[in-house]
């Protein structure tokens, strides 16, 4: 039995399913697994100029907490993309909020955090979470980016179709 607080809805099931959101992310996970030197500390310039060339002319870094930002709003909902990036390691959180007074959250969280809860609510728990990708170089930064990008934008699409 899955708790309560634990369970999808079922528009949020459909949209984690129809956008095949835990094997994108597992397979960008497996893909980009390396063990060896990572590119520890990241140039908050050439980060922001990726995430620039990407699209997202809008990212902006935030120093208090200490992760990169992008917000847009669509249809009465904020869609917001956030990655970390400490150690050669990308976490990325994504959701929609409700763009009212509340910002009440609808969807979201760390991918690895979401892809649990997927596994929980399909009953095929596996042991740990999925590893987060990690990178060396720029260059597979951005293979990174653009990758989370196209399913941060599939979940836009999704979302707004099923909520409509």
């Not at 590119?39 to 990407?54: F, N, R, S, Y």
């Not at 970390?84 to 994504?94: A, C, D, H, N, Q």
């Not at 990178?135 to 179709?161: G, M």
Request: a positive charge; proline letters at 1%.
């Amino acid at each position: 039995m899955i708790r309560e607080d634990l369970k999808f809805s079922d528009h949020l099931a459909k949209i984690y399913t129809n956008i095949n959101y835990y094997d994108r992310y597992k397979k960008l996970s497996d893909e980009y697994n390396t063990e060896e030197e990572r590119l520890e500390k990241v140039d908050k310039k050439v980060v922001l100029k990726i995430l620039k060339e990407l699209g997202y002319s809008e990212a902006k870094y935030i120093a208090t907490e200490s992760f990169y930002q992008i917000n847009q709003e669509l249809q009465n909902h904020i869609f917001y993309f956030h990655t970390s990036l400490k150690y050669g390691v990308v976490e990325l959180i994504f959701g929609v909020l409700k763009s009212d007074k509340e910002k009440q959250e609808l969807i979201g969280g760390t991918a690895s955090k979401v892809c649990k809860l997927i596994e929980i609510n399909k009953s095929s728990l596996t042991e740990g979470y999925i590893k987060k990708p990690r990178f060396r170089t720029y260059k597979e930064l951005k293979e990174i980016l653009e990758k989370a990008f196209s399913l941060y934008e599939d979940l836009k699409k999704e979302f707004i179709k099923i909520y409509k």
